[in-house]
């Protein structure tokens, strides 16, 4: 997770300064963060149960949205790339009210 808080906060950046290339790199690492290690990912689902899906689903859907925001600036366009920032900001805060205090107890 640490590495897609740098990641995001360089994605903002990059926002910032209208750099597509930067916003591109900083999309495809978002996009293509590294798994959980099967150990760690094993004990989420004994967490999560039957929202283990559910949970699968938001990391699905921030990675199309992290895809979509590297195509989009690849062509340039600012106003989807702020358009799909946005839901991809809101895909991972929802995935943390639906999920976090539960993975952090769990896990402890």
Known sequence: M????????GLESALWREDFDALVTR??????HPMV?????????????????AFKQHDTRVH???V???ELATVGDLEGVLTTR???VEGCV???VAFRARIRAGLR
Request: proline letters at 7%; a negative charge; charged letters at 15%.
């Open 86 to 88: 946005a839901d991809l």
């Open 37 to 53: 290690p099967p150990a760690e990912a094993q004990a989420i689902a004994g967490v999560l149960g039957p929202d283990m899906g």
């Open 68 to 70: 979509r925001i590297g």
């Open 64 to 66: 199309d949205l992290a």
């Open 2 to 9: 640490a590495g897609l808080q740098g990641d995001m906060a």
């Open 27 to 32: 999309a495809t690492a978002i996009a293509d």
């Open 94 to 96: 929802a995935c943390h």
